[in-house]
């Protein structure tokens, strides 16, 4: 049964309660106190009253002796027995025992007290003054009913001190009980304290720390029991508003990190498929199994039902389906790849068509920057959408299969471009060389025709026929260095090509030719790459047959703005006269008609110290800044 305190009690502060303990308590320690100080003010004196009536015995057996002796005829005087009344009677006038006669005087102490004094005065006084005034020796007899009277007033003595003895001990159990009561008190007091501080302090500390615990170990479900209006009360009403709020600020959090973990994961999700998606469409942007794949992913992470990718033709015709995974699609049995011209109106860049059928279809264009290329139809399960992140990452794949398709467009252009470029490099060659060949050998057979005839000009037929036979021995060589040609720029890249050729030649005529190439920051184009291969291996052609040399070298390197600079020396006989070999002249033609072809210069010069100097300078077509000085990468720090 628990302690019900009063409500006014309860509303006022726990130090107030502590304090009217105390209080409590001082009250009763001061009324045992005080209880004990009267109790012993009213008995003090009753030892001694005890003592003087106790030696009232002793003084009246001490006077009956004398006057017995007396009676029987000894030699005592009266003035001892005399002296020994007075004693008796100072004794019973004793001011101890006034006091104890003053203290109730009506009680039973005073009622003895006067009976002994009547008895005294009235009775055995008498008796012993007639005692005492006869002349000769008393009786045995009278002396004895004497001493018999005596023993009575002995007895009443007796009386006297035991009612002062009981007195005094009802008085010490009176001072025992006040104390046992203020002992008792002070207990009951100092329990209730216990127990109000036990349900007031101690009780809801332990709550408090409780709740606190279970709030450090994440429960925020932990609550105090103890609310009111006292102190702790107070306390633990704002431990609760405290711990409601930590709850609302951690379930917030909580959800907050969920919803960042899953956003996190659809970014991670959103990422890899992007990733692999880009990874196929330009590895081959052109192969339907990319965009199949492609579509898969984006059907599971959007929860598609289905999907297809189809392309418009580059002339007039159906469009094309280059994936789908839309199965048994009417449109599709109907119209057959036909279905897909619908993608050419789609201008929008996104179209959801209404809900008139069970599931909703999603057209968005594929297309990059400059062109459109087709569209991507999104077949969602009835009934759903697609949420914010789900329309960006689809918005996103798409651009990327348009860029890929673009990138495809003009790659294929790129090489269309190419070709192009290849052959009219080819034409050009054929042109230069060996169709000018040709063109001048018709016109020697047109000359060496009316000759023919005339036996008296048969010496100018054999000039010409000889000057024929030089002209079929040109092309020849002309059609075989363009042989050379278009067989190196097809059998590999152009380091290994230069180094073949500068191998070839060294080995063909005992020439030790050292290599050098510093190309880093020109990027060469094809057509450039060509060129150059050429003209370094008609230097060479010309050191191994006319310059006699032993070492030679063959150096390329970047100069500033992308100037490219090839060098050939050798240590050979030089340029010395004109070259007996008329085809010498022609294949310097040939090399400076390759400069020019560059948009460079060629230089042939003698080579200080002997030998040969042959120079070639062009800028390249792809050039890479030369990297700034530390000081000026960040000029504005």
């Known amino acids: 049964m628990g302690l019900m305190l009063p409500r006014w009690l309860v509303r006022h502060s726990i130090l107030l309660v502590v304090a009217l303990a105390l209080i409590a308590l001082a009250l009763i320690g001061l009324a045992g106190m005080s209880a004990s100080v009267m109790v012993a003010e009213g008995m003090r004196g009753s030892a001694s009253a005890i003592n003087v009536a106790g030696s009232l015995r002793r003084l009246t057996h001490r006077v009956a002796g004398l006057v017995a002796t007396d009676a029987l005829g000894g030699g005592l005087s009266g003035e001892r027995v005399h002296g020994a009344i007075d004693d008796f009677e100072r004794g019973l006038a004793h001011p101890a025992l006034q006091r104890a006669v003053q203290r109730n005087p009506g009680g039973l102490f005073a009622a003895t007290y006067r009976g002994i004094d009547v008895t005294w005065h009235t009775s055995l006084r008498p008796r012993l003054e007639a005692t005492m005034g006869e002349k000769a020796p008393m009786a045995q007899e009278n002396v004895e009913k004497l001493l018999v009277e005596v023993d009575l007033f002995v007895g009443q003595l007796d009386t006297l001190v035991t009612v002062l003895e009981q007195d005094t001990e009802a008085r010490i159990a009176d001072l025992k009980q006040i104390l046992a009561a203020a002992i008792a008190a002070i207990l009951v007091v100092i329990a209730l304290a216990l127990l109000m501080l036990h349900r007031s302090v101690h009780r809801p500390l332990v709550d408090l720390l409780r709740a606190a615990q279970g709030i450090a170990r994440g429960n925020f479900s932990a609550r105090v029991t103890h609310v009111g209006y006292d102190e702790l009360g107070r306390v633990g009403a704002t431990f609760n508003l405290m711990a409601n709020e930590m709850s609302r600020q951690y379930q917030t959090l909580e959800q907050r990190v969920a919803d960042k973990t899953a956003a996190l994961q659809r970014s991670n999700r959103s990422l890899e498929l992007l990733y692999h998606a880009i990874a196929r469409l330009y590895q081959t942007p052109t192969a339907p199994e990319a965009y199949e794949a492609t579509l898969r992913d984006i059907e599971q992470i959007a929860g598609l039902a289905s999907s297809f990718v189809c392309i418009e033709p580059r002339h007039d015709g159906p469009a094309t389906v280059i994936a789908s995974t839309l199965g048994a699609c009417p449109e599709r049995l109907a119209l057959g790849d036909a279905a897909c011209g619908a993608c050419r109106a789609s201008a929008h860049p996104l179209r959801i068509d209404p809900p008139a059928r069970e599931a909703e279809l999603l057209r968005i264009p594929l297309r990059d920057r400059e062109y459109h290329y087709g569209m991507l139809r999104l077949t969602l399960p009835a009934g759903a959408r697609l949420e914010d992140w789900q329309f960006q990452l689809v918005e996103a794949l798409t651009r990327h299969i348009g860029m890929a398709l673009g990138?495809?467009?003009?790659?294929?252009?790129?090489?269309?471009?190419?070709?192009?470029?290849?052959?009219?490099?080819?034409?050009?060659?054929?042109?230069?060389?060996?169709?000018?060949?040709?063109?001048?050998?018709?016109?020697?057979?047109?000359?060496?025709?009316?000759?023919?005839?005339?036996?008296?000009?048969?010496?100018?037929?054999?000039?010409?026929?000889?000057?024929?036979?030089?002209?079929?021995?040109?092309?020849?060589?002309?059609?075989?260095?363009?042989?050379?040609?278009?067989?190196?720029?097809?059998?590999?890249?152009?380091?290994?090509?230069?180094?073949?050729?500068?191998?070839?030649?060294?080995?063909?005529?005992?020439?030790?030719?050292?290599?050098?190439?510093?190309?880093?920051?020109?990027?060469?184009?094809?057509?450039?790459?060509?060129?150059?291969?050429?003209?370094?291996?008609?230097?060479?052609?010309?050191?191994?047959?006319?310059?006699?040399?032993?070492?030679?070298?063959?150096?390329?390197?970047?100069?500033?703005?992308?100037?490219?600079?090839?060098?050939?020396?050798?240590?050979?006989?030089?340029?010395?006269?004109?070259?007996?070999?008329?085809?010498?002249?022609?294949?310097?033609?040939?090399?400076?008609?390759?400069?020019?072809?560059?948009?460079?210069?060629?230089?042939?010069?003698?080579?200080?110290?002997?030998?040969?100097?042959?120079?070639?300078?062009?800028?390249?077509?792809?050039?890479?800044?030369?990297?700034l000085p530390p000081a000026l990468e960040n000029p504005l720090r």
């Open 407 to 627: 990138a495809a467009r003009r790659g294929e252009q790129e090489r269309l471009l190419a070709l192009q470029e290849e052959r009219s490099v080819i034409a050009r060659e054929l042109h230069d060389s060996l169709a000018q060949a040709l063109s001048y050998m018709k016109i020697q057979v047109s000359l060496l025709q009316p000759l023919l005839g005339d036996p008296a000009r048969a010496a100018e037929a054999a000039a010409v026929l000889a000057d024929l036979r030089e002209g079929i021995g040109a092309a020849y060589r002309q059609l075989r260095e363009l042989l050379v040609s278009f067989r190196l720029e097809l059998s590999g890249d152009f380091p290994t090509l230069l180094r073949e050729a500068v191998q070839e030649h060294a080995a063909r005529g005992g020439v030790q030719v050292e290599l050098s190439t510093r190309l880093a920051d020109c990027g060469l184009s094809p057509n450039q790459e060509v060129h150059v291969l050429q003209i370094v291996r008609e230097a060479l052609s010309n050191m191994v047959r006319h310059a006699n040399a032993r070492r030679a070298s063959v150096s390329l390197s970047c100069g500033p703005g992308g100037e490219v600079g090839v060098v050939i020396e050798d240590d050979g006989v030089g340029l010395g006269g004109s070259p007996a070999d008329p085809w010498q002249h022609h294949g310097l033609a040939i090399m400076r008609e390759r400069a020019r072809g560059l948009g460079g210069t060629l230089e042939i010069s003698p080579r200080p110290g002997g030998g040969t100097r042959v120079g070639l300078r062009f800028i390249a077509s792809h050039h890479a800044p030369a990297p």
